[in-house]
């Protein structure tokens, strides 16, 4: 399992973190690092100042790189993409866009930028702008996703691009790694299961919620406006899968939904509230340290590789 990965990020295991709004802060991140994969915080919605002090009490949990994710769509972007430059970060993904406006600043300085995408075009796009990496992230992960699946998008940015893949979206144990590397990627990130790691701050009540869940458990909301959101079914789901039905716009429903992950990951809130989560929850059946998870995970995928 010796890829281009681990010597590109300086890493030891093939795994990244997903970048999570609002639970990839930075005990998670640092967690993740320590026991050998890529923590990264996520930008989020959050303003460029928040992420640096996030980077900065990372760094003081871990001497190990960790990266940051910018969410795209955030309005603090700009600032979040200066901020990493300013702190020494040495890995970036992104999310829920294209990130070409940043590219040719964060090259200068030496970063390697890792887009994460959900088509071949834009794994090709970002290969020509000077990118490290792909993830490419399936329509089974939690959040903010694509139309292809993991299975089918991964073989084919895979052929089509001559840079390292990372797959994502429903891996969440060493047959999910295997699974992966089968499909031609040379790492993996994961998300949904490092929610429920025991470094991971996310409330008590969203950690059951995904112990809990079932495979059918997660409903996709945000459709009819292009901004496709995977998360737990609940009263908020089945509420703005009413609203959305009656045609209401994307700013009714915007408002809706604010403040409502957060309410989730933070007061616990699992009935109003967005609990984001893949469809690999169904499969997570307990809380474990990052380390347990990572090394259960990679002998179990040593094993099926033959490695
Ligand atoms: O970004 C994510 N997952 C996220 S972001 C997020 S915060 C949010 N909440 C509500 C609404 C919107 C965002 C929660 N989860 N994953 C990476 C990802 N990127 N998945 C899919 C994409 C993507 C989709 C279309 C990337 C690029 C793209 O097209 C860009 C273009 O210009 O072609």
Redesign the pocket.
Known sequence: MNTRIPQLLGIEYPIIQGGM?WVAEHHLAAAVSEAGGLGLIGG?NAPGEVVREEIRKAKKLTNKPIGVNV?L?SPHADDVAKVIVEEGIKVVTT????PEKYMEMWKAAGIKVIP???SVA?AKRMERYGADAVVA?GCE??????EQTTMTLVPQVADAVSIPVIAAGGIGDGRGIAAAFMLGAEAVQIGTRFVVSKESIVHDNYKQRIIKAKDIDSAVT?RSHG?P?RSLRNQMTREYTKLEEEGKSFEELEYL?LGT?RNAVLEGDVINGTV?AGQIAGMISKEQTCKEMIEEMMEQAGKLLGR
Not at 95 to 98: D, E, M, P, S, V
Not at 141 to 146: D, E, L, V
């Open positions: 709004a989020a969410m769509l999310g829920a866009g294209n994460v995408v959900a834009l992230e992960s939690g959040g903010h996703i694509g945000g901004h959101v939904t992950l984001m």
